[in-house]
């Protein structure tokens, strides 16, 4: 079956969006969904190599862990991790990150990528996706004020860039509250799209009870 001219079994789900949109939130809500449908879920990052490999200087200069520290913490080491994402980036067309997590692609779950960031070079972060069967769902987060929805805006260069880009690519794009309570509807509306897009394809995701919004059940072959 087809999504955007790519074949596709939809079990690789890229998750873009702005620092702060709630990626890693987003990626819990369907995850708890898909595991709760008989599904087994692999989290994935680009950046956990990074994270990895800037560990050992970031620890000795400036006594922060990027692989476990606060968000306050990261953002003071954000310049580092950005720098060595973008030389690493500039020097292999966008490729080493993508790297990084194709061997860790399983064929038995559903791969959710929560830090799809990047569209600059040819098959970058969210062509590799689609072009490999998966989809790219984009996130913008909002906040409520005297009735208006503030949304959080780019947090440096590279999202200046990349953000629209990846907005206008993605299969699937909202935006949702910062208010939790309020989040459930923007995801039971994901999944009617997915249960749609599915339906659609007659195609498999290694379910063995329904989603939600459907009440087919496809089973894994």
């Known amino acids: ?25 987003f990626a ?14 692999n989290y994935l990052s680009f950046a956990a190599k990074l994270k990895s490999e800037v560990a050992g200087i970031s620890k000795k200069i400036y006594d922060i862990d990027p692989t476990d520290c606060s968000r306050d913490e990261k953002n003071l080491i954000r310049p580092l991790l950005l720098a060595h994402g973008a030389i690493m980036r500039e ?31 040819e098959c970058d972060e969210v062509d590799w996706i689609q072009s490999s069967g ?8 909002f906040f409520e004020e005297n009735g208006q929805r503030i949304y959080i805006l780019p947090d440096n260069e590279y999202e200046r860039r990349n953000d629209k880009i990846l907005k206008n690519k993605a299969n699937y794009s909202f935006s949702w509250p910062t208010d939790v309570s309020k989040q459930k509807k923007y995801s039971d509306k994901f999944f009617k799209w997915l249960v ?26």
């Not at 990150?97 to 600059?120: A, G, P, Q, Y």
């Open 134 to 141: 998966g989809i790219v769902v984009h996130i913008t987060r």
């Open 28 to 41: 819990r809500v369907i995850a708890k969904v898909f595991e709760d449908s008989g599904a087994e879920v």
């Open 196 to 221: 749609k897009t599915i339906c659609t394809m007659r195609t498999c995701i290694f379910f063995r009870n329904p989603l939600p919004c459907s009440r087919i059940c496809f089973s894994k072959r």
């Open 91 to 121: 020097k292999t067309a966008g490729q080493y990150w993508i790297n990084s997590v194709k061997s860790l692609i399983s064929d038995d779950k559903i791969n959710i990528i929560t830090d799809v960031r990047f569209c600059e070079y």
């Open 1 to 25: 079956m087809e999504l955007n001219g790519t074949r596709t079994n939809l079990n690789l789900i890229g998750i873009a969006g702005v620092a702060g949109s709630g990626k890693d939130t």
